[in-house]
Structures are given as C-alpha cells and as structure tokens.
C-alpha cells in the first residue's frame, strides 16, 4: 500500500531523513567527554552532506561556537546562519587572493604556511587592524601546516597583527587507538606548540581523538563523523546515535521466471520464478555500484537483496520474501538505518563511512526530524 507522501517526496527517487534531535544529542555526548575542553562542530562538505546550514543552526542551539568547514567559499556560505559570536575556521588555508574576503567576513584561516602567515599579517596591516587566525602544526601526517623548521621563521611580532586563537594540528591514525603514531604526533604537536606559544590554545582531536586517552583532547576538539553518527573508531561498539536514514523509492514491479537476467551485463540470472522491484536510486546519487550482490534493502524487517549490477539511476531488488502485493510503486525501502548501518553500508562498498555520506546525492528530498515529528521538508 502507497504511503502518505510530502510533495518534496513524491517528486525525489530518494529520501534523506536526518534527526536533528539525534545530532544535538550526540554533541552533547561529545562535549561532555571532551569537558573541560571546548566541542567544536567540523561542517565542511554540507555537514558530510547532510546540510552545513542545518546542521550548523541545531548546533548552535547546542551551544557549539567554533565551526571548521574546509574551504573559504563554504565558510562565506555558513557565516550568516551561525551566532555572530561564532567563530568559522577554514581547514585548506588562505589561498591567494582571499585574502580580504575572508577577513570581511570574519572568517578565521589555518594558516598552514609560513605564506599565509606573511599574507594574513599584510591583510591586518593593510586593515589597521588585527585578524585572529589559526597556525596549524605538521606533527607528523605530512598534509597540511607548518614545518617543525618553519616554526623559528615565524616573525617574533606576529602577535601585533595576528591574534593567534589556536594552535592545531591532526591525527593520521586516531582510529586506531593501540597506533604508536598517535602518541608520537601527540608528543611532537605539544613541542611545537610550546615552541610557538605555552599560553595559547590547542587542538587535535577529531572524532576518534574524543574517544581515545583524553591528553588527545586538548583545549578543542574537532568531531565531524561522531556528530554525524557513525563509529568514531573502527570494530569499536558506537556511542553515538544514528543521524541519517535513507529511504529509497520503488518505482516497478514485475515477475519474472527463471532463466531472466537482471541489469547491465545480465550478472545475475534468476534461477526460479522471482518478484522484483526496481528502486529510484543509483551510482549517481553516490550509492556505489559495486553494492550490486552485495548488499540489500530492507522493507519492514524483510531483506532484500541487490540482484544484478547498479545502474546510474536505479537498481534492482529481490523482493519475493515479501508476501504479494506487500509493495506498491511509490513505496519507500530502507537503504541506511536500523537493518543496515551506515557502516555496513560503507564496509560492503570497501570504503569507509565518510564516503558514503559525503556522496549521497542532491537529488535526494531532505526532511529534517526535531524530536519525532517530522518537521521541515527541502525540496
Ligand atoms: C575533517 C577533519 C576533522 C573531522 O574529522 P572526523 O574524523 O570526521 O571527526 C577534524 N580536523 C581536521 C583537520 C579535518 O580535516
């Protein structure tokens, strides 16, 4: 039988349910393992694509003050929807050339270079005023920040033109708690910081450095992933609580005998009579192609599986464990949520959950859930 639907939902292949109430409630369990260090929010990419705008308002509320994104085009769209005494920090630098963008705008650079620090103080310069800005330390990961030599290159006036308001740096392997590499970063990240500033505030962690040993934590933490709902450290039992569901739409049903091959490349032949149900959603709206036989959907508690290969669009789903006419076109099943984790998903596609989420598509209608209601949809 067909479900209500929302005009949003009538029209979209898919549907995206993110409970926002679940996102304040794992802030909060975050902050208070972070406590005394300051929780900040890691928003770059839409929020690993469930809306930075969204996401940022309902943390706010929350009490979080200190946004990262990655890039300083995400960080001129998030300004206006967080509380002017928030703070936004760009990840990727100051590349040149932003240089006064960002500064109207408030936004706080990580200055990764020895450049930026030199391009950031000429903007303060040419403003008469000081900026605040980010240094961020190599420790160890070999991607972004300053070397340990660059720190006695950094001018000894820094601080008339640039308020550094923290000193950070990031972990390569804090999912992986026994790793020997997170202890060395940790202990070279508090030599370089001494050396730039004993005074001035640190930061490390991302979501796995919350949960391990709490010297990873800093005076701010950086949690993305966590806030989002997936398992901060790997074959660990998750203490967050799922964010996102999503729901895919049946838009055929059919019989067909045995000996019927299914999809491109006909990789899967029914070998009995079989009930089928094509679903509106594909590779192009980030579900990976190589979850055709490899993982299912979910109506109730029924499993069924992905049979052939998907397509751009769709994919088919063996549906005979369902009684007939238990579903109708129009009728959702479950892709992520309580019957297949995010991570699942994730691990049937040999990747990790941070792409999975970051690649669901836009073509997706989002409703957004405050308590149980069901509250906001975008198209
Ligand atoms: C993406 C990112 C984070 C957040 O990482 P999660 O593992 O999602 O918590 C924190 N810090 C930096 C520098 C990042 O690039």
């Not at 979080?64 to 085009?73: G, K, L, N, Q, Y």
């Not at 030199?118 to 403003?127: C, T, Y």
């Not at 990789?267 to 709206?285: C, H, K, N, P």
Request: charge should be negative; proline fraction near 6%; include cysteine.
């Amino acid at each position: 039988m067909a479900s209500f639907q929302d005009p949003a939902e009538a029209l979209a292949g898919g549907r995206l349910t993110i409970d926002l109430a679940a996102l304040r409630a794992n802030y909060a369990l975050i902050a208070a393992r972070a406590a005394p260090a300051r929780a900040a929010a890691v928003v770059k990419a839409e929020a690993y694509g469930l809306g930075a705008a969204r996401v940022a308002q309902t943390l706010a509320q929350a009490g979080c003050r200190d946004f990262f994104v990655a890039m300083i085009a995400e960080a001129l769209d998030l300004a206006p929807q967080v509380p002017a005494d928030a703070r936004i920090y760009v990840l990727n630098g100051l590349p040149p050339g932003a240089e006064a963008a960002c500064a109207a705008a408030g936004v706080v650079p990580v200055l990764n270079s020895l450049g930026q620090v030199a391009r950031w103080r000429a903007e303060a310069r040419r403003r008469g005023a000081r900026l605040p800005g980010v240094i961020q330390v190599d420790s160890g990961m070999s991607r972004l920040g300053l070397a340990p030599s660059d720190i006695d290159d950094l001018p000894t006036d820094l601080n008339d033109d640039v308020e550094v308001v923290l000193v950070m740096s990031h972990l390569a392997c804090g999912d992986t708690p026994g790793a020997a590499a997170n202890q060395e970063q940790l202990a070279r990240f508090e030599a370089l910081a001494d050396r730039i500033g004993p005074g001035l505030p640190r930061s490390l962690a991302n979501s796995a450095g919350v949960f391990i040993a709490s010297e990873f934590r800093q005076d701010l933490v950086r949690p993305g992933l966590a806030l989002y709902g997936a398992a901060p450290i790997e074959g660990v039992a998750s203490p967050v609580l799922p964010v996102l569901r999503l729901d895919a739409k049946v838009i055929q049903l059919r019989t067909v005998e045995a000996g019927a091959g299914v999809g491109y490349g006909l990789t899967y032949v029914a070998s009995t009579r079989r009930r089928l149900a094509t679903v509106s959603i594909g590779y192009a709206d980030g579900w990976p192609r190589r979850l055709g036989g490899r993982a299912a959907a979910y109506f109730g508690d029924v499993r069924l599986p992905i049979v052939g290969r998907v397509s751009m669009d769709s994919m088919t789903l063996d549906v005979s464990d369902l009684p007939e006419g238990a579903l109708d076109e129009g009728d959702f099943v479950e892709l992520i949520g309580p019957h297949q984790t995010l991570e699942a998903v994730a691990e049937a596609a040999e990747t990790i959950a941070y792409e999975i989420l970051t690649g669901l598509g836009k073509r997706f209608s989002r409703t957004y859930l405050t308590h149980d209601a069901r509250v906001e949809i975008d198209a």
